[in-house]
């Protein structure tokens, strides 16, 4: 599944052995959203083996922290009975808010592996497009 | 003869550093509309990429809740309120919001946000988690945390209910430097 980033919407990207969300998240209608986003990981995300998620969130709003939590708690749930998940929360270095947000999902992981990964902030632009 | 009014209102928004206004109905396809003038105005009056950040946070939070919690225009269906970000008088920004609301959610709401008001960003903190891992409280059609986001990105802010001849109206003011 791949879907390109809107105005409020991020880039999507998800497949066997990876996912991938870059850009913001203040989705007009958080369901509509949603549902297809975690529709596709449980008919793509395999029970064994290893995955990678990739999220590099510019900003997101109160709405789609509630999707983020339950986008974790799947994961969570599929490390638990057997895949590896490995997550990569990446920030900007100077943006505290986003940092505190990935403390914030870090703290309830327990069978996943995640990481905080602070990056170099682009000298211009808001980051790339895709 | 020109209305003074007209005037009137231009020489207010100049005095105030009115960056954005709007009043009237609102919905999502509008806050689509809206977001990025919003944001240009921003970034060419604040050169921290944080802060606009921040302030544009706040603005979209009290957008969704004039479109979800306002009182509802009877032919639209739409919230309706007035919302704007403005520069105050040591350059950190001000949100403002007004909206008419549920007289029967005064007291929910006045709770809410008194609560709010004494806690400190740590606290804060913890009960933007919270709620993530217990879910909305009922009545909600978002998250149940826009007002602790909201409280999270500023530096204070103040509220009131204040009483109209057309029942109450809800008025939130937040300062972001």
Redesign the interface.
């Known amino acids: 599944m791949e879907q390109a980033a809107t105005q409020r919407t991020p880039h999507i990207e998800i497949s066997g052995a990876a996912c991938r969300i870059v850009g913001e998240c203040y989705p007009e209608n958080i369901q509509e959203f949603s549902a297809p986003v975690m529709s596709s990981l449980r008919s793509l995300v395999p029970d064994s083996g290893a995955y990678q998620v990739e999220m590099e969130l510019f900003y997101f709003n109160s709405s789609s922290a509630k999707f983020l939590f339950d986008f974790f708690e799947f994961f969570e749930e599929k490390a638990a009975s057997g895949l590896a998940v490995k997550i990569n929360w990446n920030y900007r270095l100077d943006d505290d808010t986003m940092l505190e947000a990935g403390e914030d999902f870090a703290e309830d992981m327990e069978s996943c592996e995640f990481e905080l990964v602070g990056v170099e902030v682009p000298s211009e632009g808001e980051g790339e497009a895709e | 003869m020109i209305n003074d009014e007209t005037l009137e209102l231009h020489k207010f928004m100049q005095a105030r550093r009115t960056l954005f206004c709007y009043s009237g109905p609102l919905s999502?396809?509008l806050?689509?509309s809206i977001?990025?003038p919003v944001r240009q105005q921003l970034s060419e009056s604040e050169s921290d990429?944080?802060v606009a950040?921040?302030v544009?946070?706040v603005f979209?939070?009290q957008a969704?809740n004039i479109i979800r919690y306002a009182t509802l225009r009877a032919d639209t269906g739409e919230g309706v309120g007035t919302i704007a970000i403005s520069v105050t008088e040591n350059d950190g920004f001000l949100i403002e919001a007004v909206n008419a609301i549920d007289s029967t959610k005064r007291t929910a709401l006045e709770a809410t946000l008194l609560e709010l008001s004494m806690k400190d960003a740590k606290e804060l903190?913890k009960m933007?988690?919270d709620r993530?891992?217990s879910?909305?409280p009922e009545g909600s059609q978002?998250?149940g945390?826009?007002f602790?986001?909201m409280a999270r990105?500023v530096q204070r802010f103040e509220f009131e209910i204040a009483d109209t001849e057309n029942g109450p109206v809800f008025v939130y003011r937040g300062y972001v430097s």
């Open positions: 999502e396809d806050l689509t977001s990025n990429e944080g950040k921040r544009f946070g979209v939070e969704q903190r933007y988690k993530l891992r879910g909305p978002g998250a945390l826009g602790i986001e990105r």
